[in-house]
């Protein structure tokens, strides 16, 4: 019975441990035993902490029998991208530097907010190194591996997080997103992610990559685990000084809204170039079914990538110095150059990418004025294989690493709210993703969309078949 129910969503575990048809005891067994057949070959998981998620399904079972209210999220497993703070686990970041460090003293603030949702944590998840990768690939503890094929990339950075959800170790997990580490592993991997809007949910207790670019998200295999573990989530935090003093909007309510008077649109212009026939493919499969017949173009796209790029590397390096003083050959050699280039750009050049920052967000929210949604590809290409260098878009050869988030940096630059949906083809192996974008806080709009994608069999998120 637990066997069958790990491969359901987090909702429905949820519902069969409320009920009393499972015990969070068994689903958590069932992860547990599910996690240790399948991440020695798919590389997802860097630390289990079984331990303490016998210790809550226990007392998750112990409260049900006693009649207690039990949280939206009862009994499901997660797990977390290795830069969440794990209390007694040291907060890697994908590195080898920061395993020395001591254990962390107590959780994240989103891990504590689902734990209070009675999710039970079973573990951290490999991720790139810092957090500065978009390929899914360690070079410490080895690539996470795309689930519907072990031979291709999950995507990163938050590649353990795809992986793990993805092949149905764990319904639910958290990644970041600086550039793109959602967007991309959800797309690759052939999940549903959100990126909410920048500075929605807390920060507090995650080890930082670019701060004033990094978001925090979910990634499920279905749009209402998204919008359960975003409603768990939202609320004001003391400890994250750059979280927005917003009203909480819980969203889970409102999935079933449903379309009407939703003004639709896809991103033509930079969004519709330099990519593979699939990704323009999922992008008018999912328009069509959305009646989006309007083309618009975003101002500025390409200059936002070229600000971002800029942002990235001096604030990262900003970051690193010292570990790259102190340990520099402890370092990935590619995130060790980017972080030494970084070093080297002159500060008028990243006063003026701030300055373009201020102007294309301005240029973006008037953009908003006339659409509610729009559509794009989340990713140029389904995913590469481990180990692959270059792709050709457009005829021409590309680097693979810095170019799978071509379409995700200009969105977080403005720091809009994205859902990434999954778009499989007839006789493909692997799926794509399509990004479903808003204005900012808007997140029930773009969860709305890919919810009733979702109900109309346009997009789907199957657990991977293993072996």
């Not at 353990?160 to 967007?183: C, F, Q």
Request: aromatic residues 6%.
């Amino acid at each position: 019975m637990s066997e069958a129910l790990i491969d359901k969503s987090a909702a429905e575990i949820a519902d069969a441990v409320r009920s009393g048809e499972a015990k969070a005891q068994d689903v958590v067994e069932a992860a547990l035993k599910r996690i240790e057949e399948r991440n020695p070959t798919l590389g997802a998981f860097t630390d289990v902490t079984a331990r303490r998620a016998r210790a809550k399904a226990e007392a998750i079972d112990r409260r049900r029998r006693r009649g207690d209210k039990l949280g939206s999220l009862v009994g499901a497993p997660f797990a977390v991208k290795n830069l969440f703070d794990v209390e007694g686990v040291a907060t890697r970041a994908g590195s080898k530097i920061n395993r020395d460090d001591p254990p962390a003293a107590k959780d994240a603030t989103l891990i504590a907010r689902l734990e209070a949702a009675d999710a039970v944590l079973v573990g951290a998840l490999n991720m790139g190194e810092y957090a500065y990768d978009f390929t899914g690939e360690n070079a410490h503890d080895g690539p996470s591996r795309n689930p519907h094929d072990p031979r291709h990339m999950s995507g990163g950075s938050s590649g353990g997080s795809g992986t793990a959800a993805a092949s149905g170790m764990v319904p639910l997990t958290l990644g970041s997103d600086t550039n793109g580490s959602i967007r991309v592993p959800a797309s690759l991997c052939g999940l549903f992610g959100l990126k909410p809007t920048y500075g929605r949910l807390s920060r507090a207790g995650t080890f930082p990559f670019v701060a004033s670019l990094d978001h925090l998200g979910p990634l499920a295999r279905s749009s209402g685990d998204l919008a359960l573990a975003y409603d768990a989530m939202i609320g004001p935090d003391a400890e994250d000084p750059a979280q927005a003093n917003v009203a909480v909007a819980p969203v889970a309510a409102r999935l079933s809204d449903g379309l009407k008077g939703l003004r639709i649109a896809k991103l033509g212009g930079y969004f519709a170039a330099s990519a593979t026939a699939a990704a323009f493919e999922a992008v008018e499969r999912v328009a069509e079914a959305l009646s989006a017949k309007l083309t618009l173009e975003m101002p500025g796209a390409s200059r936002a990538r070229a600000a971002a790029y800029l942002i990235t590397m001096a604030e990262a390096a900003a970051l690193h110095l010292d570990r790259l003083r102190a340990r520099r050959l402890d370092f990935d050699p590619e995130v060790r150059d980017r972080l030494i280039a970084g070093a080297l750009i002159p500060n008028p050049w990243i006063a003026h990418a701030q300055k373009f920052r201020r102007w294309q967000r301005q240029e973006t929210l008037k953009f908003f004025e006339a659409v509610d949604v729009v559509l794009a590809p989340a990713t140029p290409c389904r995913a590469p294989l481990i180990g692959q260098k270059t792709m050709v878009l457009d005829g021409k050869e590309t680097l693979v690493r810095p170019n799978l988030g071509l379409f995700t940096q200009p969105i977080s630059f403005v720091g809009l709210p994205v859902a990434t949906a999954p778009v499989w083809t007839k006789g493909e192996r692997l799926p794509i993703g399509v990004q479903i974008i808003a204005a900012p806080w808007r997140e029930d709009l773009v969860l709305r969309v890919a919810h009733a994608l979702e109900k109309a069999g346009i997009v789907a998120a199957p657990v991977a078949a293993f072996g």
